[in-house]
Structures are given as structure tokens and as C-alpha cells.
Nanobody, 122 residues
Framework: QLQASGGGLVQAGGSLRLSCAAS????????IGWFRQAPGKEREFVAA????????YYAASVKGRFTISRDNAKNAVYLQMNSLKPEDTAVYYC?????????????????WGRGTLVTVSS
């Protein structure tokens, strides 16, 4: 029900925009989050958005560089990533959970899409 796309190879300092598309009406009343997992590391929270009111929350490591947004008409959520660093290299996942509460906790997310790989070269 969720599909992430937009990953690729980019040089440090560059930008990428990831997209998360959902089938049906599953975004309604949901929080949509982005997580990432680098090789050998645990999955970590990146950003989340409240689908209904647009509230957002970011991990400290990406705040000011990444922007999460939504397009109600297209049933899509985006992650604009600017000023990318090599440490941003990871597989990025989008996920959905009921309600914009405890958005940093991955186990609370009900739906997960397949990830998209982002590689930032130095």
C-alpha cells in the first residue's frame, strides 16, 4: 500500500526528493513517517507529517536540511533532502501509523513500503 521512490546517487551537498505514494485512502488521519537504515545500523527516524493538519517533526540530524510535505490530491508524501552528507547514505522507507503521536517509534507504524536507496558520495 506504500511505495517509496526517488532514491539514487548524489554528491555531497546535493539534493534528492523522495516520494511515498499510497493506494486507497490510507493516508486519511494517519501520520506518515520516513525512516532510514544504513548498513550495519538500526533503522532510525527521519521525519513525519500529520496527513490531516500538516504538522511535522524532524530528527535533529536532518532538521534544517530535509523537508517533509504532502500532496492531498496525489495521495503522496515527499521528503526533500538538501545539503546531503555521506552519513545520509541509507535505505529510506516510508511508513504509516494511525495518529500523529510517538512518531519516532518504528514499531508503532502499521504500514511499511519497500525502501529506496540513497547514496551520497564524498
Amino acid at each position: 500500500q506504500l511505495q517509496a521512490s526517488g532514491g539514487g546517487l548524489v554528491q555531497a551537498g546535493g539534493s534528492l526528493r523522495l516520494s511515498c505514494a499510497a493506494s486507497g485512502r490510507m493516508f486519511n488521519s494517519y501520520a506518515i513517517g520516513w525512516f532510514r537504515q544504513a548498513p550495519g545500523k538500526e533503522r532510525e527516524f527521519v521525519a513525519a507529517i500529520d496527513w490531516n493538519v500538516g504538522s511535522t517533526y524532524y530528527a535533529a540530524s536532518v532538521k534544517g536540511r530535509f523537508t517533509i510535505s504532502r500532496d492531498n490530491a496525489k495521495n503522496a508524501v515527499y521528503l526533500q533532502m538538501n545539503s546531503l552528507k555521506p552519513e545520509d547514505t541509507a535505505v529510506y522507507y516510508c511508513a504509516g501509523k494511525p495518529a500523529f503521536i510517538d512518531v519516532v517509534r518504528a514499531p508503532l507504524y502499521k504500514y511499511w513500503g519497500r525502501g529506496t536507496l540513497v547514496t551520497v558520495s564524498s
